[in-house]
């Protein structure tokens, strides 16, 4: 039992370190004074995102709903994986390893950025609410808003725009789609996917202050001038 606790002590704070290495030192401004709070019933906005939500349980096998069980995978594996070919050089912790690094970087900022409003709203899930099930298990039933998905897929898309610049069409349409996928997959209202789009946005507006960020956008685009 010792053995496996000072284990589980170790893993932790191998874990920790490496957060701790991946975060950075950035203001985090308080999205619930930026973005507007999720719509209320009886609104027009709120009737919308009831009526795509519902509708989105019945596209199931297709390929669209393929590709947003694709696009659930919240890693860096799963992000390079939906980025690279519209990025236009594969993604990898070996290949790429500045870029891998800023995939890090966003994963960790997102929950800063969006963990504070998804708990003060307490939305609920559209398939939680309308009892169906989500293209993938979820958990979190009522953090429907913002969606941190979204969040996260922008950010990435404005940043590897940013890197290569040459593919920022193709970048920016896989990171509107990537965002569309939560309302494809049931877990995201319309309105929870936008206001993740501006979520984002703000992120990435933040991390330019940040000398260690833009350090890691240098080596970035050095990596892809090689290839």
Partial sequence: MIRKILFVGSLTAIISSAFAADRLNIDIPDIKQIIPPPPTPGTLLYQNDMNISHASFFIKNTNRYKLAQSDANYSPEGFAQAFEKAFGHQISKKETPAIWKILNQLEIAEG???????????????????????????????????????????????????????????????????????????????????????????????????????????????????N
């Fill in 112 to 226: 800063e950025f969006t963990k504070p409003a998804k708990l003060f709203y307490h939305r609920t899930r559209p398939f939680a609410y309308f009892h169906e099930k989500a293209c993938v298990k979820t958990d979190n039933i009522h953090r429907s808003y913002p969606s941190g998905h979204t969040t996260i897929g922008w950010a990435i898309a404005l940043t590897l725009s940013e890197i290569n610049p040459s593919r920022t069409n193709q970048i920016m349409k896989r990171g509107y789609e990537f965002g569309q996928s939560r309302i494809v997959c049931g877990v995201h209202y319309p309105s929870d996917v936008n206001a993740g789009y501006l979520v984002g946005s703000i992120m990435f507006s933040q991390l330019q202050t940040s000398p260690e960020f833009q350090k890691e956008i240098k080596l970035a685009k050095k990596e892809i001038s090689k």
